[in-house]
């Protein structure tokens, strides 16, 4: 690795505008519709094993996961299935989509019933049956990273929420801790792992005290408290300041020893074996300054952004420029109000033209911030450069593909360059070149 990732005590100081953390969530009423992309996680995407006129239920299976990487994807409503056409993703792939009037009852699908676990086999076929992904963002099926290769002796929760507006998971755990608890507890046991260490920045008091006391009995777990710095929740950055190990360039965590899970997931895991409901809803913060009513909703999988938005309102005669998915630092641009809530959704952000604004940009002066900043001890000018000359054996030496994309290097740059995307581009050239 170019650098240690002692390093990471450095990344960003930006502001929190944790506004929604003291507010409860709330449940949004069911939409007349919902739109369920059978892309919903990294891997391949499912099947639809429903066909128009079809009758679902809350928790029917209406996508199978195919191959060794994927998740199940259920209805959220009851209702009738309307259509399955082709939708266009975010990243520009397009995908299958089930489509779901829905009849207002929610009635449950009579196959919703708390899995058997007796061993680490049924344990993992009932993680795999949930659908579950990481909720923190990423979409990474949790049932695979649960089976790694590697031994492990350690799990970490990811509670950290370093973005800026989210407070989703800060909810989670004064709202569920119990199911969190169980979670970790159904993890350490059926896995055979003996730590497990709760990671919560310091500016989440109540959720440090709380999950503290919670954990004071259980055997091997411990709270973190970590510096209010972001990107103190990326998976690298966090195994280093927990427990002190760096994973290697083009390692998983596993490889050290170590599984992060997002602690909104490890509380689903909770959830799911007390109850057996699978994976249907989401809690998103929905903040910015064209919302009227900023709140922590939980919302049914499939519903449209405008659904959502329509629910908190947005203030009169403020137009809303941008729309993000997830936070202000490593969200996505979302381009219309009809795109659905996926699993992976965290936040929903509507911001005026006045925040939306983009700086007027400089010249880079080769100040040299964004690379004190990089918390992965990347130097995005010399990448630029690299970049710029194609030289993809360059940016392998000037190790890449370690860029999370995490936006710090553009968030401190003074000229308001655009150094995130510059590195993302170089990092997709350089995977590319490699492929050849």
Known sequence: MLKKLKRAALGAGVPHEKGTAGLATVKMPVPAKVVLPMQQHIGAPCTPVVKKGDAVMVGTLVGKAEGSISANIYSSVSGTVASIDNVRMLDGSTVQAVAITTDGQQTVDPAVKPPVVTDKASFLAAVQA??????????????????????????????????????????????NSETILAGIQAVMKYLSINNCVVAIERNKPECVDLMTSLVKDAAGVTVKVLPSRYPQGAEKVLIE???????????????????????????????????????????????????KEPKNVEVVLGASVRDVLEFCGLKDGVPVAKLISGGPMMGVALPSFDYPVL??????????????????????????????????????????????????????????????????????????????????MAKNFAKKEAQK
């Open 130 to 175: 949930c659908g579950l992904v990481g909720l923190g963002g990423a979409g990474f099926p949790t049932a695979v990273k649960l089976s790694p290769k590697s031994p492990v002796d350690t799990l970490v929760i990811n509670a950290a929420e370093c973005e800026p507006y989210l407070t989703a998971d800060t909810r989670e755990m004064l709202e």
């Open 241 to 291: 300041k927990t427990v002190g190990r760096e994973v290697p360039q083009g390692g998983l965590p596993a490889d050290v020893g170590v599984i992060v899970l997002n602690v909104t997931t490890v509380s689903t895991i909770g959830k799911f074996l007390a109850t057996g409901m699978p994976l249907v809803t989401k809690r998103l913060t929905v903040d910015g300054d064209a919302v």
């Open 343 to 424: 699993k992976q959704n965290n936040g929903l952000l509507a911001f005026s033209e006045k925040m939306a604004a983009k700086p007027e940009m400089g010249p880079c002066i080769r100040c040299g911030r964004c690379i004190e900043a990089c918390p992965m001890g990347l130097a995005p000018v010399q990448i630029a450069g690299a970049f710029t000359k194609k030289d993809a054996d360059e940016l392998n030496k000037l190790c890449v593909d370690l860029c999370m994309l995490c936006g710090t290097c553009s968030y401190v740059c003074p000229a308001k360059r655009p150094v995130t995307q510059t590195m993302q």
